[in-house]
């Protein structure tokens, strides 16, 4: 459930700068990424701003609930024969993380502009969950404090957790409020790969100078190098 009315929502669903602040991670390709799933030819809107098919067939369903809108992304029909068929549950895992971007974004920052980091680690070297030490995290809602693997000090508030996933909102991501990181170990893919190998981190940050960006960034990319030396460093 967000805690934001369903044509708040929806907005952030068709505006394409609305989109950037929580679909995914800042890259190159990020709005060419965008245009092609939310505003492609074959986008399907609802009369009443309440479904949105995207390029590829998912929903994003919305239904106005007390205090808020309940949003959901259903899965379109699984092609056996795609190239991407093995990688469905990636796909699936993926919406998880956006819907919480989506969430955090329009519930702490409804009119920031987020900076991110992201790593792709992606060699058999375990949790990353576990190496970061966020694997014993209390309930959803409730504060924590601890020295992240990176050797960062971290507070704030465990904002989900999944089987295969843990977001939390981050005090020094922030200039102003919190930020957000997530981190999401990939789940196993049968012949393609074991639990356990490969992990994506993003960090969403707002309105931090270039000097703490780069200590952050600094920090991160050291324990990359130390954990999964040859995965692509932090961008």
Avoid at 29 to 44: H, R
Avoid at 113 to 136: C, D, M, V, Y
Avoid at 208 to 230: F, Q, V
Wanted: hydrophobic share 35%; net charge negative; no cysteine.
């Amino acid at each position: 459930m967000i805690n934001a009315d369903a044509p708040q929502v929806w907005t952030m669903l068709r505006e394409p700068s609305k989109v950037a602040q929580w679909h995914g991670w800042q890259a190159e390709d990020l709005d060419a990424e965008i245009k092609e799933i939310y505003f492609s030819d074959d986008v399907v809107e609802s009369p009443d701003h309440t479904s949105l098919t995207v390029h590829g067939g998912d929903t994003f369903e919305l239904k106005p609930v007390p205090n808020g809108t309940q949003v959901s992304v259903t899965r379109g029909a699984l092609d056996h024969n795609s190239e991407w068929a093995a990688w469905d549950e990636d796909i699936t895992q993926g919406w998880l993380t956006f819907l919480q971007q989506l969430r955090f974004a329009l519930e702490r920052h409804p009119h920031g502009k987020r900076h991110t980091l992201f790593l792709h680690l992606t060699e058999g070297q375990g949790s990353a969950i576990e190496k970061l030490g966020l694997a014993s995290l209390p309930e959803p809602g409730e504060p924590y404090q601890l020295t992240l693997g990176t050797g960062e000090e971290i507070s704030g508030k465990v904002w989900y957790r999944t089987s295969h996933q843990v977001g939390v909102t981050v005090h020094s991501y922030a200039e102003h409020g919190e930020g957000l990181l997530v981190v999401a170990d990939h789940p196993a893919i049968k012949d393609v790969r074991a639990e356990g190998e490969g992990s994506m981190v993003i960090a969403s940050t707002y309105d931090l100078g270039a000097g703490r960006l780069d200590a952050i960034r600094s920090s991160w990319d050291a324990w990359r190098a130390e954990n999964y030396p040859t995965s692509e460093p932090i961008s």
